[in-house]
């Protein structure tokens, strides 16, 4: 049953909600886009029309475009964006974590834009604050292309091929081991991103 519904999803479908889930994350809306591209690229493992590179091509674009009007966002409004974002959203955007952030970005400047993308609290932030703390666009644009295409493109083929390892090692149940598997990936990365929140 699990088996017939995913083979009748769209594959255009999965690349637009991948793209706009990632995109709309690195904008600076709290989404689960690192959620979104796991259980796509697992999808791709199983789905006969699903392309895993299209995937990791489309969470690139997203995160690229995403940020790009996260940093114009930030020029054009600088700090009052995180007032009213800790206003609006305190459990994502108080004051310490914000805190946090920027100092990071003071620094390590452009390491902290292409690592920022591997840590939730930094992927949402990194456009606005990379504008507020005036660092050129050329630059940033630099290290968030290399950041996202490293991060999307790592993610996707690593969840890709270990989708195939699970159908291959479970071929009579691999529905059965696509649900393990995908329970695994995302809590795993669930429990990874309380990790890095408290910490």
């Not at 796509?40 to 006969?48: E, F, N, R, T, V």
């Not at 974590?97 to 939730?120: D, P, T, Y």
């Not at 091929?161 to 699970?166: C, P, S």
Request: with cysteine; glycine share 12%.
């Amino acid at each position: 049953m699990l088996s017939h519904w995913l083979q009748t999803v769209p594959p255009l479908l999965v690349y637009v909600i991948v793209g706009l889930v990632v995109g709309l994350e690195s904008v600076g809306i709290p989404l689960p886009g690192e959620i979104v591209l796991v259980t796509a690229a697992l999808m791709a493992s199983h789905h006969d029309g699903v392309n895993p590179v299209v995937v990791g091509a489309c969470a690139s674009a997203g995160a690229i475009i995403g940020d790009s009007i996260g940093y114009s966002l930030g020029k054009r409004f600088g700090p009052r964006i995180f007032t009213r974002a800790e206003a609006k959203l305190p459990r994502h955007f108080d004051a310490g974590k914000i805190s946090r952030a920027r100092a990071l970005f003071e620094r390590h400047g452009a390491w902290a834009v292409f690592f920022g993308r591997f840590v939730a609290l930094l992927r949402i932030l990194s456009g606005p604050l990379a504008a507020t703390m005036g660092m050129h666009y050329g630059k940033f644009l630099l290290a968030n292309a290399l950041g996202g295409i490293a991060w999307a493109g790592g993610t996707t083929a690593a969840v890709y091929f270990l989708g195939e390892a699970a159908e291959k090692y479970f071929a009579e149940f691999s529905w059965i081991a696509l649900l393990a598997v995908l329970v695994a990936v995302v809590g795993f990365s669930v429990r990874a991103r309380l990790h890095r929140s408290r910490r």
